[in-house]
């Protein structure tokens, strides 16, 4: 299944790079049939890129502070809340991105998961996730892969 | 490990944008404040680093302009490195600036300021969004749009060298020429540009001008402030995004001040208020009065109405024809409308696709001389452009051997942080009456703002993946009378 991987963050944010940190990683193990790409764009800007793919995975950074950071929540499109009203220009999210996308009639992946990992700092210009974030990224790490491997998908939309 | 929730984009307000209006005995609105999140220890981050390192690092500060930052960033080190680029290196980064400038404007328009009068200013909520856009303006144009976003984009990462953050830009030049096969390309994006720009204004035109409602909210007084206005012009006072004097022109219009780029501390100043992490820059020949517009005010406005507010006219020709047709239509310049925000991007649209289309056409882009290697000791460099939410600043200062010891940036939105909460205060004030609030009042008040596309610690990407708003409308006594949050 032609799969693109999306790490999405931005690299001088501290855990705001997580994303990118967990595809970089992914990356390395060169998996079959599957593309990573690392990415500060966010919302419409990430149409350019999920076009023809059968298989679209996320990685991305989330804010709760409800549970420790270096929480993995996996996640549908429904759970992201849609940006009806947007107020700034990255204000449209993926999910309207995908809407936008499928009702112009591109070929929009079929199949789309999110990995959201819980952060702690997103306000701190550095490079580098904080000390709490970065210990459990190869865990992700293995976790995602073996979903991707085992061509399960957790979530149908 | 794993677990699963709904993402409450509520648990995530604190540090994002937040508008806090305080109502009086009366319920009419005292006060209106609007805050945003704080980015801490750039200047930090950036010490100690090589110069050469900063258009690769700013442009990172923000996912949504970039390119402005490589821009502005790339223009210090010239200054720096005591360093002219060749000509068609310039023209090359003006090449490169002007698709930005197009794709950025055409996201804003269509995306973000578009549905509040495409769709309509107070229409449901879920249907003022781009999908509404489409519903309107058929299929088609929505795939015009994203296909002109995307070979504008094709521009900047071939010519700027990656995708997202440009790397092109050293000090004395840019890294790579233009190839005679990528220059075909480019003539013919510039050329669809320019047929997209006025398709366009063609919309805006029949959907927003030909309605006597829509165009009656663009001129009422609530969105109206007498304030400043600042732009890069040429040595014509032409609108000019990549090069020029900072020009600003005082309320009436008059030129207040001319000024290089390395002048530009002798006239900002900026404000504190403790309640915002944002500075507030003013003019410092006029002083700081307060949140307050005119003459007296140091106050000043950045992006396209300013621009255009702060300069001559438009340096191409149909965006010249334009700019006055637009004046003459808002009763002479300069205009202090702040929804006309959205109809001066649009005149800028079409500068930045001629303008693109004149770059791309020029023999001498084809040209090899694209750097001059700098030889002098580095010490203190500024570099100004116009980014699509105004004029941007990038100062450093390095010691010997072009290590970083300081850095101050301004950028775009910030010149605007004093504007956007005024006009945030009185489009509250002229609209909430009484106490009484309604979606559609308050997507007026979030228009006043809308207008300016604020752009702040736009770095962040956390899902998800948009800055949400939170309004708290608060009575006297600070108690929190209702809170709405947009997601």
């Known amino acids: 299944m032609k799969t693109l991987i999306l790490g999405i963050g931005n690299p001088i944010l501290t855990d705001d790079a997580v994303g990118i940190c967990v595809a970089d990683e992914i990356k390395k193990l060169s998996l079959p049939d599957v593309e990573v790409i690392e990415t500060s764009l966010a919302g419409i800007s990430l149409l350019d890129y999920i076009v023809g793919y059968e298989r679209l995975i996320i990685i991305d950074s989330i804010k709760t502070e409800k549970e420790v950071p270096g929480t993995l929540y996996k996640l549908k499109l429904e759970d992201i809340s849609n940006s009806a009203t947007t107020s700034y220009s990255h204000g449209i999210n993926i999910k309207t991105a995908i809407g936008l996308g499928r009702k112009l009639g591109y070929k929009i992946p079929k199949i789309i998961e999110i990995y959201a990992i819980e952060i702690k700092d997103n306000t701190t210009f550095g490079e580098g996730c904080t000390p709490a974030v970065k210990s459990k990224i190869p865990g992700i790490v293995d976790e995602i892969t073996k979903i991707i491997k085992s061509d399960q998908p957790q979530h149908l939309p | ?487």
């Open chain 2, 1 to 487: 490990m794993a677990k699963r929730i709904t993402i409450d984009p509520i648990t995530r307000l604190e540090g994002h944008g937040k508008i806090e209006i305080f109502l009086n005995d009366e319920g009419n609105v005292d006060r209106a404040f609007f805050q945003v999140p704080e980015l801490r220890g750039f200047e930090k981050f950036s010490e100690g680093r090589m110069a050469e390192e900063m258009p690769r690092i700013t442009p990172k500060i923000c996912g949504v302009c970039p390119t402005a930052h490589h821009m502005a960033s790339g223009k210090a080190l010239d200054d720096l490195f005591h360093v002219t680029p060749p000509s068609p290196a310039k023209k090359i980064r003006e090449l490169i600036n002007s698709a930005f400038m197009g794709e950025d404007h055409t996201l804003h328009f269509f995306f973000l300021g578009g549905p509040d009068f495409i769709v309509g200013p107070q229409a449901p909520a879920g249907e003022r969004n781009i999908l509404g856009v489409i519903q309107k303006v058929g299929l088609d144009a929505g795939k015009k749009v994203i296909d002109i976003r995307k070979r504008l984009r094709n521009i900047i990462t071939k010519q700027g060298g990656r995708v997202i953050h440009p790397v092109c830009n050293l000090p004395g030049g840019v890294s790579k020429g233009v190839t005679k096969e990528d220059r075909e390309e480019y003539i013919q994006t510039g050329k669809e540009a320019v047929e997209f720009a006025r398709f366009a204004l063609k919309a805006f035109e029949d959907i927003v001008l030909k309605n006597k409602e829509y165009v009656d909210v663009i001129v009422g007084d609530i969105y109206k402030h007498k304030t400043y206005y600042m732009g890069l012009v040429d040595k014509d006072n032409k609108v000019n995004f990549y090069d020029g004097d900072i020009r600003v022109v005082d309320p009436e219009g008059k030129e207040f001040a001319r000024f290089k780029s390395r002048e530009y501390l002798d006239h900002i100043e900026e404000h504190v208020e403790p309640w915002s992490y944002i500075k507030f820059p003013y003019l410092k020949d006029v002083g700081w009065k307060g949140f307050v517009d005119g003459k007296d005010s140091g106050v000043y406005r950045v992006a396209p109405l300013a621009r255009l507010n702060a300069s001559d006219g438009m340096a191409t020709p149909l965006a010249q024809v334009e700019y006055e047709k637009m004046y003459n239509i808002l009763g002479g310049k300069p205009a202090h409308n702040t929804l006309a925000y959205h109809w001066a991007r649009l005149v800028e649209l079409l500068y930045a696709a001629e303008r693109l289309l004149e770059l791309a056409q020029d023999e001498e882009i084809l040209d090899s001389d694209v750097r001059n290697i700098p030889t002098a000791v580095p010490d203190e460099g500024i570099g100004v452009v116009e980014a699509p939410r105004g004029t941007l600043y990038h100062h450093y200062k390095t010691d010997d051997n072009g290590v970083i010891t300081g850095v101050n940036l301004i950028v775009a939105t910030v010149n605007n942080a004093a504007s956007i909460c005024m006009s945030i205060e009185k489009a509250a004030k002229g609209l909430i009456k009484e106490g009484k609030v309604s979606e559609g009042l308050l997507n007026m008040v979030e228009m006043a703002f809308r207008a300016y596309d604020p752009c702040l610690a736009c770095a962040t990407h956390s899902l998800p993946g948009h800055m949400p708003l939170e309004i708290n409308i608060r009575d006297h006594e600070a108690n929190i009378l209702e809170t709405i949050r947009r997601s």
